[in-house]
């Protein structure tokens, strides 16, 4: 019975563990794609008259 108590406690940590890494991953993403976007945009032939990535600071 203990062991059961034991095993059920890891799996819970260990759902819980990937879901925290899931929730950080998607939160990173999102907040990379505007500059990816940005990116990806200037290497058209043209440009936009207002570009959303002119409040966006170059990152180093």
Do not use: F
């Not at 991953?25 to 976007?37: G, I, M, Q, S």
Request: positive net charge.
């Amino acid at each position: 019975m203990r062991q059961h108590i034991l095993n059920s406690w890891l799996v819970a940590a260990l759902v819980a563990l990937a879901c925290l890494l899931g929730v950080t991953a998607y939160a990173e993403v999102k907040n990379d794609l505007p500059h990816t976007t940005c990116l990806q945009a200037e290497k058209g032939d043209r440009k936009p008259a207002a570009t959303p990535c002119d409040r966006l600071a170059p990152r180093s």
